[in-house]
């Protein structure tokens, strides 16, 4: 990011915006098996039709997933295999800094249940 103009860090903001939401991460994993169509989308989500088709459009505008029509049904797919990437290694480091920290509560712990 180093020497970015500002136009260019408001893109990867507006990326890293998607994937700020819960729905949208949830969309992101099932996806991750194989493309699906809004009603599977919405049934396996546990959210309404409407509500994951927004979260759709916003993530085919960042280009995370692509749609194809076919017939009357649109099928999502995932268009950028780096943003699984992305989420394990933040996944992994959230779980670093838990362990890391389950490990310093342990030590008072210890420390209180000697005395």
């Avoid at 136009?7 to 903001?13: G, P, Y």
């Avoid at 890293?16 to 009603?39: H, K, S, Y």
């Avoid at 759709?56 to 699984?84: H, N, P």
């Amino acid at each position: 990011m180093k020497d970015m103009p500002p136009q260019a860090l408001e893109a990867v903001a507006g990326y890293f915006q998607v994937l700020a939401e819960p729905t949208r991460l949830r969309i992101l994993n099932i996806l991750r098996d194989g493309e699906r169509n809004v009603g599977d989308l919405a049934q396996m989500c546990g959210y309404t039709a409407a509500n994951v088709s927004r979260h759709l459009s916003l993530m085919t505008k960042q280009g995370l997933v692509a749609r194809e029509g076919r017939g009357t049904s649109v099928y999502y797919r995932f268009a950028d295999e780096s943003v699984y990437a992305l989420c394990d290694l933040v996944c992994d480091n959230i779980a670093r800094q838990l362990k890391r920290s389950a490990a310093s509560r342990a030590l008072f712990t210890v420390a209180t249940d000697s005395e």
